[in-house]
DNA sequence: TCGAATCTCTCGACGTATCGAATTATTTGC
DNA sequence: GCAAATAATTCGATACGTCGAGAGATTCGA
């Protein structure tokens, strides 16, 4: 093995200790926003869910979280009594209730976000644009392989 | 503003958005991990603090984890049936009963990292090695953000 | 050596999240 | 229109995690 695939070999290496690094700290994080505003991980989750589905209803909910929908019922009440979601009923089906984001969860990411964007200013203002243009693509990289991996730790299938 | 700094804010933009994008990520994939093995996120926590002392003990564990004494026997019980750890008193003071790492998460980490690796492999090939450094680098710089961020959230001191 | 201090565990109680079954309100199909 | 189906909620039961008080074992100090 040549001098330079040697160096590559560690570099990978430590990469995959950075990943791991991250994936735990990223943990310690969302549960410290969790804690702070007296939610648990299965509101959070739920929380994230709503911020992907345009027209989420409380039994689409139950659906993809897995839930019974009385405990939707309890969950949403959780969340609502906090302020993160409201309920608005349909006005086409009068039966089905929509759950909105107040923006109060984004608000709280956005901040947390800001805070970290502070601290990585400085980072990012040692890197030309090249060296930039490969953060954003590696950082991609990382988000599609966590996503692919997904199916294969639940042992479910991708959607449902 | 000249044109490569208009094109530096979108790339800086899109990096923000990847980032919060792979925290949320991170934590379905811990929560997924956490499901498969019965545990909730304190006992992940506990596994994730045992991992960096060394002759970790009980009360110790109460400390850190903000628990009562009883919580953490309680805790202990359900890791060491899931064989995580195990309780192994101190010869030297026989009330104490030190918790060590059978290993088995830090198997089924590598287990799952293992797993990504092989899907960011092809990513990886395309980098030459000032590019993987740049992905070294950077992701560094992120995980000491994170650390940094950490007692912002919380409220409370870094170390206690 | 003997009492106080320390470390962990046990026990009983409490809060909370979840479930299944029954309930209410509304829509759909005949 | 009226029965069946559907959406969400309420209710009672259950399981689990946590706490506080106290017990048991061991060590420390006079």
Redesign the interface.
Known sequence: MSR?SK??GE??D???G????????????????A??FGLN?TD??AL?LARGEPNLTAGRLAEITGLSTSAVTALLDRLERAGFVERRRDPADRRRVFVVSTGRHEEE?TR??G???E??RD??RR?D?E????????????????????P????REPAE
């Open positions: 330079t160096r590559r570099l990978v430590v990469l995959e950075l990943l791991r690094d991250m994936a735990a700290r990223g943990v310690l994080v969302h549960q410290a926003i804690d702070r991980s959070l989750k994230d990411l947390i976000f805070l970290m964007s601290r990585m980072v990012l890197y644009d060296r930039l243009a490969v953060a954003v693509d590696f950082l991609g990289a990382v988000n599609d392989a966590a996503r692919d991996v997904m294969e730790i639940t042992g």
